[in-house]
């Protein structure tokens, strides 16, 4: 792996160091029955941060989220959060400690109610935090506020993606992963979906994010990784990245 070198005169941002990570994958070997996609990932999230892995279609970057879900073997390596075993976990028991994905497909419950949906995100929690989880997810999303009583199928598909955000939050999550949250969305709900997710950082969340779109994903990103062929090949600050001639010839299209 290598990191970018700064651009004369810009001094990089501090790297934190991985003694101060929530999520550490180490020599991370996963993939699907005998065909291994990852072969030897290592990457780390400090608490607090937006770390984004980037890469061309079929490097892996799913698989990498699918395997911090649980819902992915692991073959070798380990993943760890908040020093626990993630990698020996069911992916209940993954949600339980904190760590909650989002998948690409959303996975909502088309013929409940928004309202429903939420409260579904909270299976895991106490009742006694429901409304509380529930004020916050409003505040982050007006538009379910007002779409509380209306089916998740018939909402537009930039609501389905904040709503899938939404019900993820209702878990309480202390990590929260994103696999491609702007996928299939117009430009203006693209920038209203990675502003929240900013807000969900400033929340206190920490934030493991996949994204076709490099260059906004960078854009709030404090670190991040490229992927190549299931291992990392680059890694930097989200402006170091997005100013290395490599990832802006190979994935900003520049
Ligand atoms: N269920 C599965 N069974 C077998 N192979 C799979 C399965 N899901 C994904 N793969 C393969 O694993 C490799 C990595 O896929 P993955 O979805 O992790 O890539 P990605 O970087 O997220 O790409 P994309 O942006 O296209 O989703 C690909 O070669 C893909 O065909």
Redesign the pocket.
């Known amino acids: 792996m290598s990191t970018p070198t700064p651009a004369p005169g810009t001094a990089p941002a501090p790297h934190r160091p991985p003694g101060d990570s929530l999520l550490q994958l180490r020599d991370l070997h996963a ?3 005998r ?1 291994e ?1 990852l072969h030897g990932l290592d990457l780390h999230v400090a608490r607090g941060e937006i770390v984004s892995l980037i ?10 989220l ?1 395997a911090v879900a649980g819902l992915v073997s692991v073959t070798g390596g380990e993943i760890l959060f908040d020093g626990a075993a993630v990698h020996k976990m069911k992916p209940h028991q993954v949600v339980r400690a904190g760590l909650v994905h989002v998948a ?1 497909d959303r996975a909502l419950f088309g013929d409940l109610q928004v309202i429903e949906n939420l409260e579904m995100g909270a299976y895991s929690q106490p009742r006694s935090t429901v409304k509380a989880s529930l004020e916050e997810v409003f505040d982050l999303f007006p538009i379910l506020a007002a779409r509380r009583a209306q089916k998740a199928e018939t909402m537009s598909g930039g609501q389905q993606q904040m709503l899938a955000i939404g019900r993820a939050m209702m878990a309480r999550p202390t990590c929260l992963t994103l696999d ?1 949250p702007s996928v299939g969305l117009a430009p203006n709900l693209v920038a209203q979906v990675l502003e929240a997710i900013g807000r969900i950082r400033d929340s206190g969340v920490t934030v493991l994010i ?1 994204e ?1 779109n490099a260059s906004q994903a960078l854009a709030i990103s404090d670190r991040a990784y490229v ?1 190549e062929s299931g291992a990392i090949v680059l890694e930097g600050t989200g402006a170091e990245l997005a100013d290395d001639p490599r990832v802006r010839e190979a994935y900003l299209g520049v």
């Open positions: 993939g699907y029955r065909l996609i890469g061309a279609n079929g490097a892996g970057k799913t698989t990498t699918r690409q491609e996949v076709q992927i």
